[in-house]
């Protein structure tokens, strides 16, 4: 998927984890298919995954970057009314595999689709309880960190641009530009809030329909409120969006922003996996028409 990426297999794991982790040596270790474009993920067993960063980069970033996700999983665990991975170790580069890594509980469920529950007010009001519970975690002083999306809308004009020029044998650009060019004037809400930032289908477990687990939590830090209502476009179709809008009791201004952010990442999303990640190329195109469906921009 990506042009530095690292290939690991489950033998390299298995031989990492029986050094590393020694309680592990007995369990089972089983490489994972998933739509993930950050890290490959072993199951451990029935209670454990290991991720390995797929991107390579200086080990002692890597190092950081885990100790820092590490603590926000913890952080976000204590807050989220689903389940979600605990932290159990960072493993070192070894086995042929160049940088750190780490270990988690497993979350059991249904990895979620962008159509399965799209019409589910059931999954809808879950995912509303999410957010309003992650809202309700105390800043503690923090602010956004000017790191990916969650800050001023027209910060991105650069990604999106490169975006439309390898979009054009894909999608109507012309049309997605000038969607663009509405969205990202719209004003900042002047406040802040915690946010997964990431609240796609890959990242939530489902059983029925009901959430059950959350994924990929990391990431857990101040940003835009309107951040985490990518879920409503992501997941949803447009009458059990207004479901998740009204629950959430969301203004005009901060579910326009709502969209803006989902814009902002399926546009990502259908050209940059068009050959390597059919779900998550398919997860933009979803996306994209929800918001032309809503009339966005």
Not at 102 to 131: E, M
């Amino acid at each position: 998927m990506h042009s530095d990426q690292i290939n690991i297999n489950a033998g390299h794991a298995r031989d990492l984890i029986a050094d590393q982790f020694p309680q592990f040596r007995a369990e089972e270790i089983i490489e994972l298919d998933t739509a993930g474009t950050v890290n490959a993920i072993f199951r451990i067993g029935d209670r454990h995954a290991a991720r390995f960063p797929l991107r390579m980069m200086d080990p002692a970033e890597c190092a950081r970057m885990l100790e820092t996700e590490t603590k926000r999983s913890a952080e976000f665990h204590k807050c989220c009314p689903s389940p979600s991975p605990q932290p159990v170790g960072v493993g070192r580069p070894g086995s042929g595999y160049p940088l750190p890594w780490l270990v988690q509980t497993w979350i059991d469920g249904q990895v979620a689709t962008p159509t399965a529950l799209a019409n589910s007010s059931v999954f809808a009001l879950d995912l509303c309880r999410l957010i309003a519970e992650l809202r309700t975690t105390d800043l503690n002083g923090r602010t956004f960190d000017g790191q990916g999306r969650g800050g001023a809308l027209a910060a991105h004009d650069g990604w999106m641009e490169v975006c439309f020029s390898k979009s054009r044998h894909l999608l109507d650009v012309e049309r997605l530009r000038r969607m663009w060019s509405g969205l990202r004037e719209l004003p900042s809400s002047g406040r802040e809030v915690m946010s997964h930032k990431d609240l796609i289908p890959s990242n939530l477990l489902v059983e029925g329909e009901r959430l059950v687990g959350v994924l990929d939590t990391g990431d857990f830090a101040p940003a835009d409120p309107s951040l985490d209502l990518v879920a409503g476009w992501h997941l949803l179709d447009r009458e059990t969006r207004a479901i998740f809008r009204e629950a959430l009791q969301t203004d005009d201004l901060e579910w326009r922003r709502g969209a803006a952010w989902a814009f902002v990442q399926a546009m990502g999303l259908v050209w940059y996996y068009e050959g390597t990640n059919h779900i998550m190329s398919e997860l933009g195109r979803s996306t994209i028409s929800r918001l032309i469906e809503d009339g966005a921009g």
